[in-house]
């Protein structure tokens, strides 16, 4: 008889998934990719947010403050909770605030798009710098800085998946199916094959 070690992770016992990585990581385009392959519901906790506020998150910034955004951004997150087969994006610095990784952990699973520095500073400085409060007026070394601070956070997650330069998304996508299936129980892999078999067959 099989028995699950704590290594494991059977997709089928996993109501949530959070995606969450520094700015630039790609986490709403990967978050909606990982949604239509598994078929979940896919949320942006930042467009949530805005939705919810009737504004954009810098607007939010400028007329009320990052404290009144990250109080937004708590009661937002909670608001997600006990849904299933849904996937969520969240903010780069949600997990950084009051308890919200460990509220993330406790709902469903925490995939951590890791990507280096220099990558990320990149992107983040391009043509959407402007859509990010934190990067306005900080300079690089600053930016490096919240970097390192945010990572002891991310490093809390249940999956950390590793990205290139030059992964394009799908290759990201990949590489998280990859580990879940490398981690699932062997009889619901078996199960999922079956299950691919008998629909290819219909």
């Known amino acids: 008889m099989l028995e699950k070690t704590d290594d494991q992770m059977d997709i089928n016992d996993i109501q949530m998934i ?3 990585g520094f700015m630039g990581s790609g ?3 990967i978050g909606r990719l990982l949604a239509n392959r598994l078929g ?3 949320i942006d906790l930042d467009t949530l947010i805005q939705i919810r ?3 954009s998150i810098p607007d939010i910034f400028e007329s009320h403050s990052e404290v009144f955004f990250r109080k937004a951004e708590y009661n937002a997150l909670r608001q997600l ?6 996937v969520v994006s969240t903010g780069g610095g949600t997990p950084c605030y009051f308890d919200n990784i460990h509220f993330m952990k406790s709902t469903g699973k925490v995939i951590w798009l890791d990507n280096d520095f220099g990558t990320l500073y990149k992107r ?6 402007g859509t990010r409060p934190l990067v306005s007026g900080n300079s690089k070394e600053k930016l490096k800085e919240l970097f390192v601070t945010r990572g002891e956070y991310y490093k809390l997650a249940d999956v950390k998946i590793s990205c290139e330069p030059d ?5 990201i996508l990949a590489k998280i199916v990859k580990f879940f299936l490398w981690h699932t129980p062997i009889y619901t892999v078996t199960k ?3 299950q691919v078999f008998l629909s290819e067959l219909l």
Do not use: V
């Open 124 to 129: 983040i400085i391009g043509t959407q710098s």
């Open 167 to 171: 992964d394009l998304p799908e290759a």
């Open 18 to 20: 959070f995606i969450i």
């Open 40 to 42: 979940w519901n896919f």
């Open 27 to 29: 986490k709403t385009t």
């Open 192 to 194: 999922i094959i079956i």
């Open 81 to 86: 909770g006990g849904l299933k087969n849904t």
């Open 53 to 55: 506020e009737g504004r």
